[in-house]
């Protein structure tokens, strides 16, 4: 809502229906509480409605501003760069500069399986080539072709 950022939409909602029922109630017990509640009988009080969530807006904002400091900030979405620096399990027969999975294991304790290779030069040398069930470890990330850098766990 305009001007009560910072807090969720529902409470936002709350704060203004409370302060213009407030306001309303008000308005009605110094008008006299007289009359109907559709406004006749008890003087002129077609006022009181745009009052009433004027002043619904205005009490909401006295409250949201506060409480909107003291919310945390949500956490920043998932990434694939979270799973940098992280071990994993190749999936595959052979992994090489075009080919190639692993399995790796988030921070919260979740399995995803990931496209990974290995450059031609890590994968030079005795056993240094990553096959099925070998641990590696992924050491970047590539946003164009979508897939995982990884060399041999040390």
Known sequence: MVGLGGVPITVAVSLV???????????????????????SGGGSAGWLLPV?????WVGARLL???LGRLMPEPPPPPSRRDFVG??????TGRVGPDFG???????????????????????AGEGRALRTGASALIYDY??????????PAP
């Open 52 to 56: 009433a969530l004027v002043g619904g």
């Open 142 to 151: 590539d946003a164009d072709g979508e897939f995982f850098w990884v060399m």
């Open 64 to 66: 949201a501003v506060p």
């Open 17 to 39: 229906v409370a302060f213009a029922w407030f306001t309303s109630l008000a308005g009605r017990a110094w008008l006299g509480g007289g009359g109907n509640p559709d406004g």
């Open 101 to 123: 999975q692993a399995e790796v294991r988030s921070a919260d304790g979740s399995a995803a399986v990931v496209q990974v290779r290995q450059s031609v030069d890590d994968a």
């Open 86 to 91: 992280l071990a994993c399990v190749i999936r």
